[in-house]
């Protein structure tokens, strides 16, 4: 039912897309599946509806649900006006491939059997791949190829560790979830540990985890603006969330040690990597993309340490979308206006395109977590884990990337908005008003949270 | 009969280990997807016919004939009659093989004793087979050998979902999906747009970006 859902949308309009012929037509049917999409998220979100319950969406899934709407609707707004040299046979590959991969994540998100998850993620790799492939460059061809083959070994480890699950569960074995969960007291340990160990490595190749994030910075640099702008905000949480879902198991299992320690492992591996390549780098989309990479290992470390810092994770989860994905559009913005992808050769954003400019700017202060970013309230929390948990070298080691992180991307941010500027050009409201609206979201979050901290 | 076959189907591993043509892995793979489908006729009496005549032709088509076919094909067009061109020697690959062996036998016979669902002959090969699989694709070059890496490692993936088949038939075609992800994944895609962009298919080639 559920899955009905979320699919007839994309699968009758696919059709009607590959018919017509109208580039604008094309754009506007992806509009109206995000617009869709986005009552549904608010939809299950209202208990007064009654939706959740009766299709069995618990609050992480419809956090992640509502998240992606938000993010496909920004994304949806972004290319109504937006101008490519496709031929209209391009154009509706695109708008179908966008359609089938938004409703691939959203399976994902929402199921609540392990092999449907992994079913859904597949499909996602497919559909992303097209659509990162798309300018058919070499580069961007190059990044699909490698997006795709390291992906693919990544989801056949997972569906390794899926299998060794099935081991682990001696009498009538199961993939639904709740199922697990009710039946935790009788899993094999060693099984279950084997198997959350190639899970952890599967999906966390497909959520960018370092060392697994090769693929992460090409395809990212690589892909169109808005579909960059989903891949970060979008994709990889829903990557992110059978690895949450492992750890509840593993919880009940009494084996939630082990898991935070590997967390924590790939959560610092993920922020060290990260770092090391923002100093180093002056590409400003794969800097962005690295900065993902960052985002995501911290979120790790969150859920790692567990209750008040566990719940910072889904706010840096909510967060990170928001303003990434703002970021990342308003990264289309600049490579559009300078036609550069080296940030040393850039300047003069705030001259040449004030609004962009200061977005850019913005965009760039809350992801470093300046308040009143929600980031800031995430990082935060998560110190207090560690100072809590009496980690306090980790305490240190964890402010230091982050600081290292914030130097790195400052000096790219700053770099292209200050400058002398030449001349000044104009754009379409359509790619300036996403942003906004993503960034005062994100705002509204952190006010959301600053409210429920009041005593 | 079962046993047998398995077993041929580790030697079929380590052959892949001591060849140095791409054509003779292109055969190993036939070979394996022919072992693969009779294994599948032996041992999935749990599925009902629909499934059934489902994997069955699925292996058939796509392991047996149409991937490795593919291959081939892409083979010859490409002129692609050197070796394998491995960065580890010969020597190296097939004692590494051998230790895969030993680590695959040793974790199915441990952990066998505290799971009695495990047949440890059939998980030590399926596992061992995922392992070299992943092997082949760290210690090659060329992204035709990466496939066949990854082909091999499927070909073990498909045989462990085999052994865990009987408690839970669907894992069988949700694996199979798997392949059918791949032959898109080789056959519609990639190949053709990457020989087109890049003189070569060589790992070495795809390094425009990087940090």
Redesign the interface.
């Known amino acids: 039912m559920l899955y009905l859902y979320i699919w007839i949308f994309p699968l009758l309009a696919a059709p009607l897309v590959w018919v017509l012929r109208s580039k604008p037509m094309h754009n506007l049917t992806v509009f109206i599946h995000s617009l869709l999409h986005l009552l549904a998220g608010i939809a299950f979100m209202l208990p007064s509806t009654g939706m959740a319950e009766s299709l069995n969406i618990d609050a992480l899934s419809r956090t992640i649900f509502l998240i992606s709407g938000v993010l496909y609707f920004a994304v949806g707004l972004y290319s109504l006006r937006l101008k490519t040299e496709l031929t209209p046979r391009q154009s509706s590959i695109y708008a179908i491939c966008m359609m089938l991969f938004v409703a691939s994540m959203d399976g994902a998100s929402l199921s609540r059997d392990l ?1 449907l998850i ?2 859904f993620v ?1 499909t996602t ?2 559909a992303s ?2 659509l990162i ?1 798309f300018e058919k460059h ?2 961007s ?6 997006y ?2 390291i992906c ?2 990544g ?2 480890l997972a ?2 560790g ?2 060794l699950l ?2 682990a569960q ?1 009498h009538s ?3 639904f979830l709740d199922r697990i969960i009710s039946n935790a007291g009788s899993l ?1 340990s ?2 279950l540990k084997i198997s959350f160990v190639f899970i952890l490595i599967g999906f966390g190749t497909k959520a960018g985890l370092a060392p697994m994030h090769f693929w992460l ?2 395809a990212h ?2 892909a169109p603006a808005p579909v960059s702008a989903l891949l970060s905000g979008a994709l990889l949480n829903t990557a992110l969330l059978p690895l949450l879902r492992m750890q509840q198991v593993m919880n009940i299992s009494h084996l939630g040690t082990l898991a935070s320690q590997l967390f924590l492992i790939l959560g610092f591996a993920s922020m060290f990597i990260a770092a090391v ?1 923002i100093m ?2 002056t590409n400003y989309k ?1 800097l962005l993309a690295y900065s993902s990479i960052e985002n995501m290992g911290i979120i790790l470390i969150a859920f790692a340490l567990g209750d008040l810092a566990g719940k910072a994770g889904l706010i840096h989860i909510m967060g990170h979308s928001l303003i990434k994905s703002a970021f990342f559009l308003t990264a289309g913005n600049v490579y559009y206006l300078v036609g550069k992808k080296d940030y040393n050769a850039c300047g003069g954003l705030l001259g040449l395109h004030p609004a962009s400019g200061w977005l850019w700017l913005i965009a760039f202060m809350f992801i470093i977590g300046m308040p009143p970013s929600p980031l800031f309230f995430s990082e935060l929390f998560i110190a207090f884990g560690f100072i809590k948990a009496g980690y306090i070298p980790a305490l240190i080691v964890y402010f230091i990337l982050l600081s290292a992180i914030a130097y790195g991307l400052g000096r790219a941010a700053l770099g292209i908005a200050t400058g002398p500027a030449t001349g000044r050009k104009h754009l379409p409201l359509s790619w300036i008003l996403p942003q906004m609206a993503l960034l005062a979201l994100a705002v509204a979050v952190s006010f959301l949270i600053r409210s429920r901290l009041q005593p | 009969m079962a046993d047998i076959l398995l077993v041929i189907f580790g030697v079929s591993l380590l052959a892949a280990s001591i060849t140095n043509m791409l054509s003779s892995i292109a055969r190993i793979l036939i070979l394996q997807g022919l072992i693969l489908f009779a294994l599948t006729i032996l041992k999935t009496n749990e599925l009902n016919t629909l499934e059934f005549i489902f994997v069955a032709l699925e292996t058939i088509v796509f392991k047996a004939v149409l991937i490795p076919w593919f291959i081939t094909d892409t083979i010859r067009k490409n002129g692609i009659t050197r070796e394998v061109e491995p960065s580890v020697s010969n020597f190296f690959s097939l004692g590494s093989m051998t230790a895969i062996f030993a680590f695959g036998f040793f974790i199915a016979l441990w ?1 066998g004793k ?5 047949y440890p002959l059939h998980f030590g090969i399926a596992f061992s087979a ?1 392992l070299k699989g ?1 092997f082949i ?1 760290i210690a090659n070059k060329k ?1 035709i050998t ?1 496939l066949m890496g ?1 082909l091999i ?2 070909n073990g ?1 498909f045989l ?2 085999l052994a ?1 088949g009987s ?2 038939p ?2 069988v075609s ?2 199979v ?2 392949d059918i ?2 032959s ?2 080789i056959a519609v ?2 190949i053709n ?2 020989r087109n ?2 003189e070569d298919v060589d790992s070495d080639e ?1 390094s ?2 990087k ?1």
């Open positions: 092999g992994w079913v597949e790799t497919l791949a097209m492939s070499k580069q061809i190059e990044a699909a190829w490698k795709l083959f693919s070994i989801i056949a569906f390794v899926i299998l099935i081991i001696p074995p199961s993939l094999n060693f099984w910075p090409d640099s690589e390549f180093k780098i794969r | 952990s505290s799971s009695p669902n495990i995922i992943l694709i992204l990466h990854y490692m499927e993936i462990l979902s865990i408690e839970m669907y894992i949700l694996g999906s798997l992800l791949l898109i994944l895609l990639f747009k990457i962009s890049f795809l425009t970006l940090d």
